[in-house]
């Protein structure tokens, strides 16, 4: 019994092992290309470049992947925040609720999640447009959190569900309002949700193109992956500048997922009930 759980065990790792090879492949191909020439793109796209050069990085900074950078961190840092404290007030409501009528709410809730952007850009577009939003931060960070909701509800319901009251009952025998048992016994005790919410809309957020592309034409207010499609021209493309642009996009992320790694493993697994 023991040897064929030590060989099941070894090819889940291997299979882990191909998968991880096979999704970190194309970032190191991103980062590698970020330092070749354009004709070392093209006759050695698999190859090491043949000299070290950060000439890619100062073109891709040159068209303003610094502005792009910072409205990228400050779209996503309000919208992330509005989405976690807005989906968990609202899911600890619903999993506290008994009656029939908060039971539809969440179920519209779980349907609003199931409606595509695309199939709202153009009532949306007008919306914003009418209300003089465009071009704006705001008018971006609204729809984000419109669409993070949802899900970030659903995640938070199904954590709060099985969240142990006999806290909160204490709590509330020690004179807490309900509302400060949610913030100052609840949610402190909620980080490994939280950073999984976070994590997911912020790599959402970060990442989104049709919504910032349609939502924000002036180039003062775009974010990066908007940003970075101008270095794709109608017939042609700096492809190394690309690449250093999309390497300078990743980063970021990288280090907010390994700042939160720990927390987002044990939501995962379940161990942060």
């Not at 030590?6 to 096979?22: A, E, K, N, Q």
């Not at 025998?173 to 949610?187: E, P, T, Y």
């Amino acid at each position: 019994m023991t040897s064929r759980y030590r060989l099941v065990s070894i090819g889940l790792h291997l299979v882990m092992t191909v998968w991880t090879l096979f999704v970190l492949a194309p970032l190191c191909l991103m980062f590698v290309a970020a330092f070749k020439s354009q004709a070392d793109i093209f006759t050695r796209p698999l190859g090491l470049p043949k000299t070290l050069s950060f000439a890619a990085f100062e073109r891709a900074w040159g068209i303003g992947i610094g502005g792009f950078l910072f409205n990228s961190v400050v779209v996503t840092a309000l919208s992330v925040t509005l989405i976690v404290v807005v989906s968990a007030l609202a899911a600890y409501v619903l999993a506290r609720a008994s009656s029939r009528r908060m039971q539809v709410l969440y179920l519209l809730i779980v349907a609003g999640f199931a409606v595509p952007v695309q199939s709202v850009l153009v009532p949306l577009y007008q919306l914003v447009s009418a209300a003089g939003l465009l071009n704006s931060q705001i008018a971006i960070v609204i729809p984000y959190a419109a669409y993070g909701i949802p899900f970030t509800t659903m995640l938070f319901y199904a954590f709060f569900l099985e969240f142990p009251r006999e806290l909160e009952e204490a709590a509330r025998l020690d004179g807490c309002s309900r509302f400060q048992v949610f913030w100052r016994i609840v949610l402190p005790l909620s980080g490994p949700v939280v950073a999984s919410a976070a994590i997911f809309q912020a790599v959402f957020n970060w990442n989104e193109f049709i919504l910032a592309l349609m939502l924000l034409t002036e180039t003062r207010v775009r974010t990066l992956p908007v940003g970075i499609y101008g270095l794709i021209g109608q017939y042609s493309a700096d492809w190394p500048a690309l690449m250093a642009g999309l390497a300078i996009a990743t980063l970021p992320l990288l280090v907010v997922f390994v700042a939160a790694q720990r927390h987002f493993v044990r939501s995962m697994s379940g161990l942060g009930k």
